[in-house]
């Protein structure tokens, strides 16, 4: 199954392909340099400590800014850091906001080089890699 | 009750004046945690349609949150009771880093009048954990303070990019709030 890993650079590139002028917050660590690797943009916010706050932030620019479409880049470990993030959004229930969230392959042999799953949160569409 | 009393001037509105003095600095966003010093100032924004109220899980989610927000050009405040500062340290660097304004207002536990001896070592710790992460901090001991000190607190917030925190003091917020 190892062959049929994705590469995590070529997901989240695929991912901000189309994004117009969405604006985009990274987890800190790979999601960051994944999206700064897919091309800097005015419209992204990197974080790269605050683990666990990502997700959160997207809630804040998305019910203020309701009118644009916001999505999170984030990693698995960032996400399970926040998973009451997920109640609080779900009472908010913005429709511009999407949570991608990439689960990393950690591995002896293969250190960080793979994406086994996107996993996308969103109340507009979802998104298929 | 006189105004010189040692518990202040007890017709002064206090709890009232938090949300009114929020809505002066145009403070659209009010995220919480459910706390019962803090309910009238939780009612009455739940209340107010210009504002979005967040009910949070942890106050930690309210950090990120506000930097939200503040990204989007607007401003918030988050109200917590002292325990909830502890949740919130190491979230604080993102505030830290990015120099947002970020506005707290905090009731104290732990420090007068206690009957939970579980909330006395966060209620002894809040405010210095608060310095030592970069966050400035002033005590309301008395309802004539409150008004004055968040004005205070919401102008070097929010004009001054600095982590700001009014905290509610125990005996401001009287005993007989808390019941078994």
Redesign the interface.
Known sequence: MANSLLKRRDVVAELLKDRRDMMV?TGLGSPTYDVMAAGDNDRN?Y?W?????????????????PDEEVLVVTGDGEMLM?M??F??IS??RPKNLTIAILEMAITAKRLCSGVMLVMALSWTRSLRV | MPQDSPLGDEKVDWKTQIYEVLKEFDVKHMAYVPDAGHSTAIKTFEADRDVTSVVLTTEEEGIPYLAGVSLAGQRGVLLMQSSGVGNCINMLSLQNNARFPLLMVVTMRGEWAEFNQWQIPMGQATEAALNLMGVLTWRAEKPEDVADLLRGAATMAFEGDQACAILLSQQLIGQKVWSK
């Not at chain 1, 400590?49 to 800014?65: K, P, S, T």
């Open positions: 917050v916010y974080l400590g605050a683990m666990g706050g990502a997700a959160m932030v997207g809630l804040g620019l998305a019910i203020a800014r926040a009451g993030a109640a609080t009472v908010q």
